[in-house]
């Protein structure tokens, strides 16, 4: 099983509308969770972080942790265009005793004009 | 802040060949972490300093890589010798300070081909 796991995609879905990303994790002792944003070619970009349950919300980026379920997500409202990348969820390994980020392998996430 | 900076940006070698990527952190972090990054494998750590002394080296993928941190601001990656395998996007990102939720930001990357 994968330290954290994501769907391949591409998630496809029309401007303006809700775009929900998944996430799970194998570590139970991660207390920390992170959503990164790439485009084609680019560098990860940090666009959201959440340590407790439940939302966190920043702009159109809503963050939701589930512990119990070993679960994060982000929703992405009213997408846009310019929201097409991959989307990276990370997790602290370790049990949070380290600084060491675990990677999935990302979502694709298309929005259509 | 300029950011992390890396480079080279862009990489093309033969086999066999030494190749060493530099990257310069954001003045005043003090981790500092290397990944590789393929299509196949998606974004793995290959190891992290903190304070310039290497941390955890487990994601090294042989002895043909080694990593050294000789101040703060300053960090190579080499592979020697380089195989075709090796060709990936390898990224230096850094942090602040060692608490677990800290916050890693990324340089640009240095896309290696190894022909």
């Known amino acids: 099983q994968k330290e954290v796991e994501q769907n391949s995609g591409p998630l496809s879905v029309p401007e303006g509308a809700i775009a929900s990303l998944n996430c799970t994790y194998s570590?139970?002792?991660?207390?920390?969770f992170f959503w990164y944003r790439q485009y084609s070619g680019k560098s990860p970009e940090l666009i959201m972080s959440?340590?407790?349950?439940g939302d966190k919300e920043d702009g159109r980026f809503t963050a939701q942790l589930n512990k119990a379920s070993q679960y994060v997500s982000l929703l992405i409202r009213d997408s846009q265009p310019s929201d097409s990348a991959t989307y990276l969820c990370?997790?602290?390994?370790?049990?949070?005793?380290?600084?060491?980020?675990?990677f999935g392998t990302g979502t694709l996430l298309a929005v259509q004009p | 802040d300029a950011g992390v900076i890396q480079s080279p940006r862009h990489e093309v070698t033969e086999m066999g060949q030494e190749v060493t990527l530099r990257c310069k952190p954001i003045?005043?972090?003090?981790?500092l972490f290397w990944y590789r990054q393929t299509m196949m494998r998606g974004l793995e750590l290959l190891i992290y300093f903190n304070n310039n002394v290497p941390i955890d080296d487990s994601g090294m993928p042989e002895d043909r890589f080694s990593a050294k941190m000789p101040n703060a601001s300053f960090s190579t990656l080499k592979i020697q010798p380089s195989e075709p395998r090796d060709s990936a996007v390898y990224f230096c990102?850094?942090?602040?300070?060692?608490?677990?939720?800290?916050?890693?930001?990324f340089g640009p990357g240095t896309r290696l081909t190894v022909l």
């Open positions: 570590d139970r002792g991660s207390q920390s």
């Open positions: 990370a997790v602290i390994g370790d049990g949070g005793a380290t600084n060491k980020l675990i």
């Open positions: 959440i340590y407790s349950n």
């Open positions: 003045s005043g972090h003090d981790y």
């Open positions: 990102a850094s942090s602040s300070d060692g608490r677990s939720y800290n916050e890693q930001f």
